[in-house]
C-alpha cells in the first residue's frame, strides 16, 4: 500500500512538469512573430504631367437668329427645305401683297396731288407777292397766299414719309435670309396667318464654325485668359471635343469668347470654344465634353493610381519604410493619367509604395518587397 501511494506520487509530478513544459512551447509559439506578408512595391518618382481635364460643354451656334414677320398677312410662298443651308439673302418667305402694295400705290397719288397742290400755291404765292411791291393787293391776301404755300410744302413732307413707311411694308412682304446657317422646321405653312408679335416663323444658326460652351471656376479664368486666341493644328491639339458616343471630334477649337463676368449664384464662368464644322457634324444643343490640354510645364510626383486607397474621402498609400516596416501615409491627389495619379503633398520622391497587396496589410506591418520599376 505504501509503495502504491509513493509510485502515484511520482506519477502525478511527472504529469505536471510535462503539462508545465508542453504550456510553455505553446506559449512560445503563440509569441513568433508572423512570416513577412509579400507586396509588390514601386517607388514614387517625377515624370512628365501632360493630361487633359475634362469639361461637360453644350454645343451653341456662335449666331442665332429668329425669323420674325415685320407685318401681318398670309404665307404665300415658302422657298427652302425644312434644314437646309442658306445663304445670306435667300429668299425664305412670301406675305400676300396685295394690300401693302394698294397702300404703296395710294401713297405715290397721294403725293402727286400734294406737288400739285404745292405747284399751284407756289405761283399765287408769287403773283401776290409782286402785287404786294406794287401796294396792288391787300396784305392779308398776301400773307394768306404763303400761309397756303407752306401748308402746301409740309403736305408734300408727309406724303413722302408715308410712301418711304408703306414702301417698307411692301418690302417685308418678302423675308430673307439674315445670315449664313442651317434653317430649321417651319412653324407655318402656306396659307398661315402671321403678324408682328407672333409665333417666330423660323430660326437660323449658323453653323460653322460652331462653338461648345463650358463652364470654369475662378480659379480657371487665368489659364483660359492666356489660351484665348490661341490657334490649334494638330490633332493633337489644346482643346478636343469628346461627342456623346466617346469619339474625339475630328477638328481642334481655340477659345472664342469668355464671358464678362462670373454667375454669382454658381461661382463660375462660361467660356465659348469655337470649332470648324465643314460637315455640319455639330448640332445646337448637343451635349458633350471639352477636353483641355493641361501641361504643368515641370515634373510631377507619380505613383500608380492602384496604390491609392480611400477612406472617409481621405487617400492613403502605404510606405515601406526601415526593416521591411510599412506605414500609412495621407495624401493629396492631383489629376489622373491614364494609371497613375500626381501627388501634390504628402510623399516625397524615391519613397517605396506598396501597388499590390494593399488589402492584406495594416499599420506596422512586416513585408516581403517584390520590387518594380515604374513604367
Do not use: W
Not at 418711304?164 to 417651319?186: E, F
Amino acid at each position: 500500500m505504501k509503495h502504491s501511494i509513493i509510485q502515484l506520487f511520482i506519477g502525478l509530478g511527472l504529469a505536471v512538469f510535462l503539462t508545465s513544459c508542453g504550456g510553455k512551447k505553446a506559449d512560445q509559439q503563440q509569441q513568433a512573430p508572423p512570416p513577412p506578408t509579400p507586396v509588390t512595391a514601386v517607388k514614387a518618382e517625377k515624370g512628365s504631367a501632360t493630361y487633359y481635364d475634362e469639361f461637360p460643354a453644350t454645343v451653341t451656334a456662335l449666331l442665332e437668329v429668329e425669323i420674325q414677320p415685320q407685318v401681318a398677312g398670309n404665307i404665300t410662298g415658302i422657298f427652302f427645305q425644312d434644314g437646309q443651308h442658306v445663304s445670306k439673302g435667300q429668299k425664305l418667305y412670301t406675305i400676300d401683297p396685295q394690300q401693302y402694295r394698294a397702300g404703296y400705290d395710294q401713297a405715290v397719288a397721294n403725293l402727286n396731288v400734294q406737288k400739285a397742290n404745292l405747284n399751284r400755291a407756289q405761283k399765287d404765292a408769287d403773283r401776290y407777292n409782286t402785287l404786294a411791291q406794287q401796294d396792288a393787293v391787300a396784305k392779308q391776301l398776301v400773307d394768306n397766299a404763303n400761309a397756303t404755300l407752306e401748308a402746301a410744302k409740309m403736305q408734300v413732307e408727309a406724303a413722302q414719309a408715308s410712301i418711304q413707311q408703306v414702301a417698307t411694308n411692301l418690302k417685308y412682304t418678302t423675308i430673307y435670309a439674315p445670315l449664313d446657317g442651317t434653317i430649321g422646321i417651319s412653324q407655318v405653312r402656306l396659307g398661315a396667318a402671321v403678324g408682328p408679335g407672333s409665333t417666330p416663323l423660323n430660326t437660323i444658326s449658323s453653323d460653322s464654325p460652331i462653338s461648345a460652351d463650358l463652364q470654369v471656376d475662378d480659379s480657371q479664368i487665368t489659364r483660359f485668359t492666356a489660351l484665348q486666341g490661341k490657334t490649334n493644328v494638330t490633332r493633337d491639339s489644346t482643346f478636343i471635343l469628346m461627342l456623346p458616343s466617346g469619339e474625339p471630334y475630328p477638328y481642334p477649337g481655340s477659345v472664342r469668347i469668355i464671358d464678362r463676368a462670373i454667375d454669382p449664384q454658381t461661382g463660375t464662368l462660361r467660356v465659348r470654344v469655337a470649332f470648324p464644322n465643314p460637315k455640319r457634324i455639330l448640332k445646337p444643343g448637343l451635349n458633350g465634353n471639352v477636353r483641355v490640354r493641361n501641361n504643368t510645364g515641370q515634373p510631377q510626383l507619380l505613383i500608380p493610381y492602384q496604390a491609392v486607397t480611400e477612406q472617409m474621402s481621405e487617400f492613403f498609400v502605404f510606405v515601406v519604410g526601415d526593416s521591411s516596416k510599412v506605414s500609412q501615409k495621407k495624401v493629396t491627389l492631383g489629376a489622373r493619367i491614364n494609371d497613375k495619379v500626381i501627388v501634390k503633398n504628402g510623399l516625397n520622391e524615391g519613397e517605396l509604395i506598396v501597388t499590390e497587396g494593399t488589402q492584406k496589410i495594416r499599420e506596422g506591418a512586416v513585408v516581403k518587397v517584390n520590387e518594380r520599376k515604374s513604367e
